[in-house]
C-alpha cells in the first residue's frame, strides 16, 4: 500500500530528549571517564567477556529490541503489509541473532561444554556461529555499519535523499528513522572511528578495546530504531 502517513506527534520529540538524546551520550561519557579515572576497573569489570558490563548490554540491548518486534508483528496494520511485516520479521531475527550469539545461545549463562565436534569448527571454542566464519561476523557487522551510516544518518538529515525514497517507494516511509535516532547513529560512529585510528596506532591507547564500546552503541542503536518504529507501527494500527 502506499497511502501517505505522517509521524508527526508520534515520533521522539524533545521531551523526550532524557533517551534518545541523554543516554548515547551519558552512556559514552560513562565509559570514556570510567577507564580514564579507572582503567583497571574497567579493564577487570566493564570488558570481560560473560560478565562485563558491556558484554551483557550486548545481549540485554538487542533482545529488548527483538521483544519490541514481536510486539508488533501480529499488528492488523503489519499484517495488511507484507513488505512490512517482512521487514519487522527481519529486524526481529536480527536482534535475536546478535542477543543469541553474543551469549553463545545461552553457554556464557548455563556454562554447558561446546561439543567436541563443533570445537573443532569455532575459532573460540564456543557454541555460537560468528566465530566460525567471515559470513555470520564480519558480513552482519558491516551491515549493520550501512544501516548505521544511511538509515541512521544520512536519511534523517538529508529531507533530499529521504523524498527521493518515500516518492519512489512510498510503502518505506515508515520505515525511514526520525531524526531522533541521529545521537545514537554519531555515538556508534565515533566510536567505531577510534576503534580503527587505534588500531592503525594513529592515536594514543585512548580506551582499552574499543570494539566492544562501539558494538554496544550498535545495538542500542537496533533498540532505539524498533522502538520507534512500534511506536508509528502502533499509531497506524490505532488510526487505522
Given at each position: 500500500?502506499?497511502?501517505?502517513?505522517?509521524?508527526?506527534?508520534?515520533?521522539?520529540d524533545?521531551?523526550?530528549?532524557?533517551w534518545?538524546?541523554?543516554?548515547?551520550?551519558?552512556?559514552?561519557?560513562?565509559?570514556?571517564?570510567?577507564?580514564?579515572?579507572?582503567?583497571?576497573?574497567?579493564?577487570?569489570?566493564?570488558?570481560?567477556e560473560?560478565?562485563?558490563?558491556?558484554?551483557?548490554?550486548?545481549?540485554?540491548?538487542?533482545?529488548?529490541?527483538?521483544?519490541?518486534?514481536?510486539?508488533?508483528?501480529?499488528?492488523?496494520?503489519?499484517?495488511?503489509?507484507?513488505?512490512?511485516?517482512?521487514?519487522?520479521?527481519?529486524?526481529?531475527?536480527?536482534?535475536?541473532?546478535?542477543?543469541g550469539?553474543?551469549c553463545?545461545?545461552?553457554?556464557?549463562?548455563f556454562?554447558?561444554?561446546?561439543?567436541?565436534?563443533?570445537?573443532?569448527?569455532?575459532?573460540?571454542?564456543?557454541?555460537?556461529?560468528h566465530?566460525?566464519?567471515?559470513?555470520?561476523f564480519?558480513?552482519?557487522?558491516?551491515?549493520?555499519?550501512?544501516?548505521?551510516?544511511?538509515?541512521?544518518?544520512?536519511l534523517?538529515?538529508?529531507?533530499?535523499?529521504?523524498?527521493?525514497?518515500?516518492?519512489?517507494?512510498?510503502?518505506w516511509?515508515?520505515?525511514?528513522?526520525?531524526?531522533?535516532?541521529?545521537?545514537?547513529?554519531?555515538?556508534?560512529?565515533?566510536?567505531?572511528?577510534?576503534d580503527?585510528?587505534?588500531?592503525?596506532?594513529?592515536?594514543?591507547?585512548?580506551?582499552?578495546?574499543?570494539?566492544?564500546?562501539?558494538?554496544?552503541?550498535?545495538?542500542?542503536?537496533?533498540?532505539?530504531?524498533t522502538?520507534?518504529?512500534?511506536?508509528?507501527?502502533?499509531?497506524?494500527?490505532?488510526?487505522?
Amino acid at each position: 500500500m502506499s497511502e501517505a502517513v505522517s509521524f508527526e506527534g508520534v515520533d521522539p520529540d524533545a521531551s523526550e530528549a532524557w533517551w534518545w538524546l541523554g543516554l548515547p551520550i551519558a552512556a559514552a561519557v560513562a565509559i570514556m571517564m570510567t577507564y580514564l579515572i579507572a582503567p583497571d576497573f574497567y579493564r577487570e569489570r566493564v570488558l570481560p567477556e560473560a560478565y562485563g558490563y558491556l558484554e551483557i548490554s550486548h545481549i540485554i540491548l538487542p533482545f529488548i529490541g527483538f521483544l519490541v518486534c514481536l510486539s508488533v508483528i501480529s499488528k492488523p496494520y503489519v499484517k495488511a503489509r507484507p513488505f512490512l511485516m517482512f521487514s519487522v520479521a527481519v529486524f526481529a531475527l536480527a536482534c535475536l541473532y546478535i542477543a543469541g550469539e553474543e551469549c553463545s545461545w545461552g553457554q556464557w549463562i548455563f556454562y554447558w561444554s561446546t561439543p567436541d565436534f563443533w570445537a573443532q569448527l569455532n575459532a573460540q571454542q564456543e557454541t555460537n556461529l560468528h566465530n566460525t566464519s567471515y559470513y555470520f561476523f564480519q558480513l552482519p557487522q558491516t551491515l549493520l555499519q550501512f544501516a548505521i551510516v544511511i538509515g541512521g544518518l544520512l536519511l534523517p538529515l538529508s529531507a533530499t535523499l529521504r523524498n527521493a525514497v518515500t516518492n519512489t517507494m512510498p510503502s518505506w516511509a515508515i520505515l525511514i528513522p526520525p531524526l531522533a535516532i541521529v545521537p545514537v547513529s554519531i555515538m556508534a560512529v565515533l566510536f567505531k572511528i577510534l576503534d580503527r585510528v587505534q588500531k592503525r596506532d594513529f592515536v594514543e591507547d585512548w580506551l582499552a578495546r574499543p570494539a566492544e564500546a562501539t558494538e554496544t552503541f550498535f545495538y542500542m542503536f537496533m533498540m532505539f530504531y524498533t522502538i520507534m518504529l512500534a511506536r508509528r507501527i502502533r499509531a497506524q494500527d490505532h488510526a487505522s
